[in-house]
């Protein structure tokens, strides 16, 4: 009786495991904008997440924790725009090559797999 009660914890246990892992998301922002961005907003399902002051050139990496809605909403200030986007997100594992983010110097956002290395 003791293995079977070990057995079906060992078994809920993994269970719970791979349910954490499934619902993990990294999220990648590179600022090739070449200019510093005064503020990055995230707004997730249950995180709100803020980056002040990103020089050009860099990147930001977001660990999110969203296992019903994946939608998530960034909003980029600079000093002369403001740029929002909403996408859903992407992926099995907690890899970052499905969501990264490129600012672009004409103020545009992509994203997606984007294949940028930091």
């Known amino acids: 009786m003791k293995t079977?009660?070990?057995?079906?914890?060992?078994?809920?246990?993994?269970i719970v495991l791979l349910s954490y892992m499934y619902s993990m998301y990294k999220?990648?922002?590179?600022?090739h904008s070449g200019k510093a961005i005064a503020l990055i907003t995230l707004k997730g399902e249950f995180a709100q997440k803020k980056a002040e002051n990103m020089?050009?050139?860099?990147?930001?990496?977001?660990?999110?924790?969203?296992p019903f809605n994946k939608k998530v909403h960034i909003v980029i200030?600079?000093?002369?725009?403001?740029?929002?986007i909403t996408f859903s997100l992407e992926g099995l594992?907690?890899?970052?090559?499905?969501?990264q983010l490129e600012i672009l110097p004409d103020g545009t956002i992509r994203h997606g797999a984007l294949g940028l290395k930091h």
């Open 4 to 14: 079977r009660t070990s057995n079906l914890f060992i078994i809920a246990l993994l």
């Open 27 to 31: 999220v990648v922002i590179f600022n």
């Open 55 to 66: 020089p050009d050139s860099t990147s930001i990496h977001y660990t999110l924790f969203s």
């Open 77 to 84: 200030k600079q000093p002369d725009n403001i740029k929002s």
């Open 93 to 99: 594992l907690p890899l970052e090559q499905r969501n």
